[in-house]
């Protein structure tokens, strides 16, 4: 099954509503803005004012703006929309799109829960519109360039990632539980999941707070999972780690069956392996840019789009499940985090047509299996 295409492209822009102009909105709404390929036409926040001052900003003081997306949508005629809600509006804004005929791009994670990520799943397979999620770490050439060497050192036995930093956010950061689990490691679980190629099997986690963290909840974690195939992912971060910081992208190193591959994040990865290095794939594009434009050319041609939502999706079961084990204390298998969210979709979901595709789907795993999309292919680096 394939989404609804639209004709765009640079002669004819896709028309777009960028939705939540807060702090990451900026980011979109100058993509949007810069991509030949799309049209700002208008700017919804439940804060006006704030809309207002970002129409502004971008030198558009005209340009329409509303509270509500899906009717601002429908007032300036737009094609689709971005989502940059906080992740509580994640789930009834684009639901509401979809269902409005609307596709979405929205902004990490799927949705504040795994349940209503899987009944966005569903709902765009009930409305036939694309809903892709922007995971914009992935978007990196030289995470693409590690994914291409990790291919030729055969089979994977281990993968880490170290991430520490000390950010001071303020804001609900500082008073969530589990902030870096939540806010900030499902980047580099998805991460994960795109340089193995593999989907996890089950979790186990300790996350804990240093005696001098900032934060309320629990600033550091340490995860392993198990992956198919055998191979581990093993995270260890801190969001209260000053000196000797890592990238925000995390700092890495696979060991495979041929050699090892190191990358610090920033700088191009290393290959130490006594093997001919091979033409490695590269990502034809960077940052949230290289996602709009991917979601504009899958509107245009149908393809399923890296980050389409039930790929995604397994990023934030990734997410869940350390946190369930973090809680329990237990090792906590992906399977069943993914059954206990499909049982929680079921009870709240309210829309009859999404709670039978949801209840239809005769393994929640090969589901979300079946839109995987192989990564771009190969361009200049
Ligand atoms: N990819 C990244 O690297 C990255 C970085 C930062 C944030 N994010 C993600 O971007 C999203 C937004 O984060 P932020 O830091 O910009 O948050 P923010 O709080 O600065 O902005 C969110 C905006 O959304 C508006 N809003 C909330 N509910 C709405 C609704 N129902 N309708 C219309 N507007 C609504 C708020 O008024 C606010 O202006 C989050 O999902 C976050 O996880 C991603």
Redesign the pocket.
């Known amino acids: 099954m394939t989404h609804r295409t639209i004709p765009c492209g640079p002669g004819n822009p896709l028309r777009v509503v960028v ?9 979109w709404l100058t993509a949007v803005t810069d991509e030949p390929g799309t049209e700002l036409v208008g700017i ?4 006006l004012d ?1 809309a207002r001052r970002s129409a502004a900003g971008l030198g558009r003081p005209d340009l329409p703006v509303g ?3 899906v009717a601002l949508a429908a007032d300036t005629d737009a094609q689709a929309l971005v989502n ?7 789930h ?2 684009t639901a509401t799109a979809l269902f409005a005929g609307l596709p979405v791009l ?4 799927v949705a504040d829960t795994l349940g209503r990520a899987l009944s966005l799943a569903a709902a765009s397979e009930v409305t036939g519109e694309l809903f892709m999620v ?4 992935r978007w990196n050439r030289q995470l693409f360039a590690l994914r291409g060497m990790l291919e030729e050192l055969g089979a994977i036995g281990t993968l880490t990632t170290e991430f520490f930093t000390s950010p001071h956010f303020g ?2 950061r500082e008073e969530m539980a589990y902030p870096l689990l939540i ?1 900030m490691a499902i ?1 580099t679980f998805d991460s994960a999941r795109f340089l193995l190629g593999a989907e996890p099997v089950s979790a186990y986690c300790q996350a804990y707070n240093p005696p001098w963290s900032w934060f309320s909840g629990d600033a550091a974690a340490s995860a392993v999972f198990e992956m198919e195939g055998g191979a581990r992912y093993v995270y260890n971060g801190s969001w209260c780690s000053p000196g000797a910081e890592t990238s925000w992208n995390g700092a890495w190193r696979a060991s495979g069956e041929k050699g090892s591959a190191l990358w610090d994040g920033d700088n191009e990865p290393v290959l130490v392996a006594d093997i001919r290095p091979a033409e490695r794939p590269r990502s034809p594009y960077e940052g ?1 840019g290289g996602a709009l434009r991917v979601f504009a050319e899958s509107l245009r041609t149908g393809s399923t789009p890296m980050g389409e939502v039930h790929e995604n999706t397994m990023s934030l079961a990734m997410v869940e499940a350390a946190v369930l084990s973090a809680r329990t204390g237990q090792r906590v298998l992906l399977d069943d985090v993914l059954d206990q969210a499909r049982a929680a979709a079921l009870r709240e979901e309210t829309r009859s047509d999404v709670r039978a595709a949801l209840a239809g789907w005769p393994s929640i795993r090969g589901v979300l299996a079946s839109r995987h999309q192989a990564p771009p292919a190969a361009a200049p680096a």
């Open positions: 939705v939540g102009a807060g702090a990451m909105g900026q980011n919804a926040d439940l804060d704030v509270a509500d997306a940059v809600t906080v992740p509580a509006a994640h009834p804004v929205g902004e990490k994670p922007s995971q914009s770490r804001g609900f806010d980047h949230v």
